[in-house]
């Protein structure tokens, strides 16, 4: 596939075409309006301070105005459902191909990559022209122009996909995967297939596209059988599902079947985040703090990302080096970990009635404090360390990677308004909402009987028992079936404030747990 579209002149991507002739006039005059944007050089990103979207009427007008209809058009086409088609994100987001030099004269190739919206064309630098002054005129108060807050959402997702395409920092197969679970094809198994061009050899060499003999769930289960062979068989992909009870999963030649509890599958959309596995350390400061931040951390790649040397160490160690022992059989994951503790709380971070929630939450907030005396059982107070437990102790980047340990999140920071926070605070105010949108997705604040602070899976109940397994780099929450068998159901990853660095190792030494052989269902 690669090698094809790399001889080829143009690849077309097609949008749709308009309804009727009314559609069509709207249609013209959007792309007429974007290629202005591109053709004059406006590039307003970078002109914000001097041109405004309130006073220039080529950028926004009233309704009923050239310039107006030309928007209308424009969402429209960004409204087109052909955005998020699985194909669409494979195919649209190449490299463009390199301008070329002969000494100090240049010859600039044209585009690889051509949108079709009917009888009208447009390319990648015409589109991200009208999104930046899209962004702009949403940003401008007072202009009337809710009709575009959020229309270029998925026009947004893509051009992102491509940056990270085009930059080579697309992530790990299942970094990938999670990005394409979004989108929408007629055969689910494109979603996992349509991608591995894009990956490493490896990966295709490990999986391999067989429409006629591997059903929806047999390519699933290609996807963690690669992580299985790896070295260390990380139990990465276990971040990527979240029992639901058992859905039915079916596929184009009509076969049905319930995955089991711990295979993801990447054929519906899940806005869950990972606990992220890895940390992006400036190299730097990565060499400086080597012997005071991470002793217990051993380096894993030396990487080059936007210009950024990063230092990649894992992000939490709960069992330190102890040797995986994970394999499947008859649909069953055979894993080894011990066993920590059971769950008796939570505060639910969603609900209905915003009111009550926070009610609920301030009520229990006070029981667990005075149930562990303000003080938390490995060092702090119980404030403090509910703080950090709600990021996942994390503090990200400004590119919005995971970059070292230690974060809070200050609720006193959170309510100042924007316009009164220095830079510095008006960035950890920043930070502080992006550590707790990803902490919070899908999971809850939890309290386990032995007085620890997580962050658990919103689909947890009370007496679901927390555990530590070999080959992973999070904590799980698993629901026991059969306990003489020892068969559990997987309801999700889980964080554990203070056992997340070694410390089940030293539960280990002390007899407090012990490493047992279980089974997922």
């Known amino acids: 596939m690669e090698r094809i579209y790399g001889q080829a002149d143009t ?13 069509e006039e709207t249609n013209r005059m959007a792309f007429a309006k974007i290629k202005y944007f591109r053709e004059r050089g406006l ?13 220039d009427k080529s950028l926004f007008d009233a309704p009923g105005s050239m310039t107006y209809k030309a928007w209308l058009g424009i969402v429209s086409m960004w409204n087109s459902r052909w955005w998020a088609r699985t194909w669409i994100y494979q195919e649209s987001t190449l490299d463009d191909k390199p301008n070329h030099f002969f000494g100090i004269r240049g010859a600039q190739i044209r585009p690889t990559v051509k949108f079709l919206s009917g009888d009208q064309e447009t390319s990648w630098p015409e589109l991200n022209a009208a999104y930046n002054i899209a962004v702009a005129i949403v940003s401008t108060p007072g202009l009337g122009s809710e009709f575009l807050r959020g229309s270029f959402d998925r026009y947004s997702k893509l051009a992102l996909f491509r940056q ?3 930059h080579h920092v697309l992530g790990s197969l299942l970094e990938v ?69 058992g859905a039915q999963a079916s596929t184009i030649q009509g076969h049905t079947s319930a995955f089991p509890s711990w295979l993801p599958d990447f054929s519906h959309s899940l806005d869950i985040v ?4 890895i940390l992006h350390v400036p190299t730097n400061t990565y ?41 499947i059989v008859s649909d069953m994951l055979h894993v080894r970990g011990a066993r920590i503790d059971r769950l008796k709380d939570f505060i639910p971070n969603t609900g209905p009635e915003l009111d009550r929630v926070r009610a609920v939450a301030r009520e229990k907030g006070r029981k667990w404090a005075i149930e562990s005396q303000h003080k938390y059982r490995l060092g702090g107070t119980y404030a403090e360390v509910i703080q950090r437990t709600i990021v996942l102790d994390l503090v990200y980047d400004e590119l919005g990677r995971p970059a070292r340990r230690g974060g809070s999140y200050d609720s006193t920071l959170r309510h100042k308004p924007r316009a009164e926070c220095t830079p510095v605070e008006l960035r950890a105010q920043l930070d502080g909402r992006i550590a707790s949108i990803r902490a919070s997705s899908c999971r809850d604040l939890g309290l386990s009987e032995k007085l620890f602070l997580v962050m658990s899976p ?12 070999t080959g992973g780099q999070a904590l799980y929450v698993l629901r026991p ?6 068969r559990y159901i997987f309801i999700g990853e889980c964080y554990a404030h203070g056992l997340m660095d070694g410390e089940v190792v030293k539960m280990l030494q002390r007899k407090e747990a012990r490493l047992e052989d279980i089974v997922l269902i």
């Open 177 to 245: 995967l999670q990005i394409f679970r979004h989108t929408e094809c007629a055969d689910v198994r494109d979603k996992v297939y349509a991608p591995l061009g894009l990956l490493p050899a490896d990966v295709s060499r490990r999986i391999v596209p067989d429409y006629a003999g591997k059903t929806h769930r047999d390519v699933h289960t290609d996807v963690t059988e690669y992580y299985l062979t790896k070295p260390g068989q990380p139990l990465d992909f276990l971040g990527y599902t979240m029992h639901r009870g």
């Open 274 to 277: 990972p606990i992220p596995k």
């Open 481 to 486: 079936v059969d306990v003489e068998s020892r």
């Open 11 to 23: 690849v077309w991507v097609w949008l749709g075409k308009p309804k009727n002739e009314e559609d």
């Open 287 to 327: 060499r400086r703090s080597r012997r005071l931040d991470w002793k217990r951390l051993s380096v894993l790649e030396l990487d080059n990302t936007f210009g950024m040397p990063v230092t990649l160490v894992p992000t939490y160690r709960p069992l330190g080096g102890i040797p995986p022992v994970s394999f």
């Open 458 to 469: 919103n689909t947890a109940m009370v007496g679901d028992t927390i555990w530590a397994l």
């Open 43 to 55: 590039l307003f990103a970078d002109l914000l301070l001097t041109l405004s979207p309130a006073t």
């Open 164 to 166: 990270y395409r085009t």
